[in-house]
């Protein structure tokens, strides 16, 4: 149970620590004006958008909009606080059950649309080059998926692992019986 609950605890600190430049510095040039970013930035955002066919980023739609505004907004700050707290161990910070079943139950619930759109939207006429065929969007789905699947670990985490509901006098008799 230990070295699994290490590895739960390092794979949320990788990914809330990473989550803080990738927010910041790439999806942000979705809602904001491109002269905000050092040119380096918007053309890494136009190479992936172009090698990864994704419309989505290239021409953001005003829904696409509103979820990354949530991300900056609401999510941003929390990847802070959860980087620190898995950083330190669910099993010291208990306080990350509830926060973590919110963000992830809305990260996940945002990812919906977003793969939906890759799957079912034909971009033949758009303005902006997206996914031509199945290949291609499920390429752009494995980008995206990530970023479904963690979150709902996350979930499934916050609700199921022993580590948020045990006391400190059930810890130390676990321990002492290690000991024994």
């Known amino acids: 149970m ?3 609950r290490r590895f739960l605890d390092l794979l949320f600190f990788f990914y809330f620590f990473t ?3 990738i927010a910041l510095l790439f999806d942000a040039q979705s ?5 905000f970013f050092p040119k380096q930035l918007t053309s890494i955002r136009e190479w992936y958008c172009h090698e990864y066919r994704d419309a989505m980023m290239a021409d953001p739609p005003p829904w696409f ?9 609401l999510q941003f700050p929390f990847f802070f606080i959860a980087s620190y707290g ?12 509830w926060p973590c079943l919110v963000y992830g139950t809305h990260v996940a619930t945002t990812l919906i649309p977003i793969i939906a759109n890759v799957f079912l939207q034909d971009f033949s006429s758009s303005k902006v080059p997206g996914p031509r065929n199945l290949n291609e ?7 995206y998926t990530p970023y479904f699947v963690i979150p709902v ?3 499934l985490d916050s609700l199921f692992s ?8 059930q810890e130390s008799k676990s321990s002492t019986k290690k000991l024994k």
Do not use: N
């Open 31 to 35: 809602v904001f004006p491109a002269h």
């Open 2 to 4: 230990g070295l699994a």
């Open 137 to 143: 969007r499920l390429r752009l789905i494995s980008f």
């Open 86 to 97: 898995f950083f330190k161990g669910a099993r010291t910070c208990k306080w990350l059950r």
């Open 162 to 169: 022993p580590v948020y509901t045990e006391t400190r006098k």
């Open 65 to 73: 909009q509103s979820l990354v505004m949530c991300e900056l907004f």
């Open 153 to 155: 670990i996350l979930v």
């Open 19 to 21: 989550h803080i430049p």
